[in-house]
């Protein structure tokens, strides 16, 4: 799994999460007050711009229709 931080349309950064650790709490939250920290200058170039944050299963799946 992963965490990407997003400002607008613009990937910054992707983290890759160990998948058995996501329910526990503050886990993300550390990766998340970590990347505002990292990326404070860019962030404040644009007030409306806030940071968006995205996990996602990063491993391959076999789908059914994905060869076809």
Not at 7 to 16: F, S
Not at 46 to 60: A, C, G, R
Request: charged share 25%; hydrophobic share 35%.
């Amino acid at each position: 799994m992963k965490l990407m931080m997003y400002l607008g349309n613009d990937l910054i950064e992707a983290i890759q999460l160990e998948a058995s650790r996501i329910q526990r709490p503050g886990y993300l939250g550390q990766f998340k007050r970590n990347l505002k920290i990292k990326y404070r200058d860019l962030i404040q170039q644009d007030p409306n711009n806030t940071p968006e944050f995205l996990v996602i299963n990063s491993e391959k799946q076999n789908h059914p229709f994905a060869n076809q």
